[in-house]
């Protein structure tokens, strides 16, 4: 049986949606891999939850304090590890979990106390790792290449996007938007020149009234509720201008790409909002817990009457490449990633994998292996101590190779991944914790050869770290050098 996952995090009208949005982007990222339950409080907001997850409710009477001890009695830790994402997670918790054997991924944006998460997630664009506490297994997964997306975001923030005109408005304020901001900047907006529709996205937990008045009596005021992702994305793509928090919205507007005039209203915004800011990606509205509907309206007449707006989505591209989800998947994999060294019973397991044919295919020598030549070639390598032959597991499960030949001045490094667990992306996990293996013992760099036409492995070594050397003929097939040093 195969690890499976926890998500963690509760949200209702009192305290917020954002932390089970921010964990069901993760579910879709992770869902391909391995299976889940979602775990929640009894008293979080039900009906936003998707219809396909396995829920699991806490009761109310089991405090924070008690949690971990409740978790340990339903999810047995040598079969689920987890990830959470909420305020009342701090220190003690995450000992309490790592004590009941957990394996942890703790999403942050808070930066405070003593934390004992084997990961730890914070998607801010300006967050220093000098500034955390942690332990020394602890590996931090910092900064906007953690982008916590939903696919389609993933999608759109791979693509470039231009915009000529600011005629249609998306405005979006979260699940409860206590301070109605919703309402103000709509009305904002209906007196701006220039904005012809104007789309509202209010949240599951939104208890207000006049802006359903305010849309009646303006036909170019269009309101929305409970958005699937892609219907929300098809809604941000019409739209040319945006007005929403610096919070996982924003981030989403971010890719998609448009002008986005965002500011905070509580504590855990702010620290987004100001690298936002700070890198160009937003018009900053600042705090907008006093905000009128005329600061509204100043602050949408500056976005407006800029002949140029590229500047916006040119700070966004930056921002956000794309690949925020491989990098989550890299992360659970090298937890689920180990290795051990090739023994005389992996004689027959590699013979078969090595004469797989896309293995051979993107091989220097393409020919079938003889098993009679395997057999000496193998027993002489995992003694040989020059060689260190490596059996990559995930799960524990045999997985495929890395072997590392050590040579006169350098290393060179081969890979294969088995057939049965090619799709799960773990060449880079496998390259990436090998090498750690290989640096405790050994410090001469690593060299990598690869044809120039296998851009799926280029692209695996780049993800573990390699660098691009040089170009060099290899048997007279055109192929990249890429190397990797000590850190």
């Known amino acids: 049986m195969g690890k499976k996952i926890v998500f963690r995090a509760d949200g209702n009208s009192d305290t917020g949606l954002g932390h089970l949005y921010r964990l069901f982007a993760l579910v879709e990222i992770y869902k391909k891999q391995f299976q889940f339950v979602f775990v929640t409080k009894a008293a979080s907001t039900k009906t936003i939850f998707p219809k396909d997850y396995p829920i699991?409710?806490?009761?109310?009477?089991?405090?924070?304090?008690?949690?971990?001890?409740?978790?340990?009695?339903?999810?047995?830790?040598?079969?689920?590890?987890i990830i959470a994402d909420g305020y009342q997670f701090k220190s003690n918790y995450q000992k309490q979990l790592k004590d009941e054997g957990y394996y942890l991924m703790y999403i942050d944006d808070l930066v405070e106390g003593k934390l004992y998460a084997d990961v730890i997630v914070n998607h801010a664009a300006n967050v220093d790792a000098s500034n955390y506490q942690v332990q020394p297994y602890t590996s931090l997964a910092l900064g906007t290449e953690y982008a916590i997306l939903r696919p389609l975001f993933v999608k759109a923030a791979q693509t470039e996007r231009r915009i000529n005109v600011t005629t249609n408005a998306f405005v979006c304020f979260g699940g409860a938007d206590a301070l109605d901001l919703s309402y103000k900047a709509t009305k904002a907006l209906l007196q701006t020149d220039k904005i012809k529709s104007i789309h509202v996205v209010?949240?599951?937990a939104y208890k207000h009234s006049e802006i359903e008045?305010?849309?009646?009596?303006?036909a170019q005021v269009k309101l929305y509720r409970n958005l699937d992702e892609l219907a929300l994305y098809n809604l941000m793509k019409s739209c040319h201008l945006a007005i929403a928090p610096s919070s996982t919205i924003v981030y989403e507007l971010c890719s998609v790409k448009m002008p986005?005039?965002?500011?905070?209203?509580?504590?855990?915004?702010?620290s987004m909002y100001n690298a936002l800011l700070q890198k160009g990606a937003i018009e900053g509205a600042g705090d907008l817990t006093t905000f009128t509907v005329e600061d509204f309206k100043a602050k949408l007449n500056i976005i407006i009457n800029q002949k140029q707006v590229d500047h916006y989505l040119k700070a966004q591209e930056k921002l956000f490449d794309g690949q925020s989800s491989n990098r989550f998947i890299k992360l659970l994999n090298d937890f689920m990633v180990s290795f051990r060294k090739a023994?005389?019973?992996?004689?027959?397991?590699v013979y078969n994998w090595s004469n797989d044919p896309l293995?051979?295919?993107?091989s220097y020598n393409t020919d079938e292996i003889d098993l009679g030549n395997h057999k000496k070639w193998f027993n002489q390598k995992i003694i040989d101590d020059k060689t260190l032959f490596l059996i990559a597991l995930f799960d524990n499960q045999p997985a495929g190779v890395v072997r590392y030949e050590i040579k006169e001045g350098h290393t060179v490094v081969g890979i294969l991944v088995a057939e049965n667990f090619r799709g799960k992306k773990l060449s880079p996990s496998f390259l990436s914790e090998s090498a750690k293996y290989y640096f405790k013992q050994n410090h001469l760099p690593i060299f990598a050869y690869i044809k120039e036409e296998n851009k799926a492995s280029i692209k695996a070594f780049e993800s573990a770290g390699y660098s691009f050397y040089k170009k060099e003929s290899v048997k007279e097939i055109?192929?990249?050098?890429?190397?990797?040093?000590?850190?």
């Open 56 to 81: 699991s409710f806490i009761p109310e009477d089991i405090t924070v304090a008690d949690e971990p001890i409740w978790l340990h009695q339903h999810f047995n830790p040598s079969e689920y590890l």
């Open 202 to 204: 209010l949240g599951a």
């Open 213 to 218: 008045t305010l849309a009646s009596q303006n």
């Open 260 to 270: 986005i005039l965002s500011g905070y209203f509580i504590d855990n915004q702010i």
């Open 343 to 349: 023994t005389k019973e992996d004689m027959m397991l």
């Open 359 to 362: 293995v051979r295919q993107n």
């Open 478 to 487: 055109a192929s990249f050098v890429y190397k990797l040093e000590k850190k």
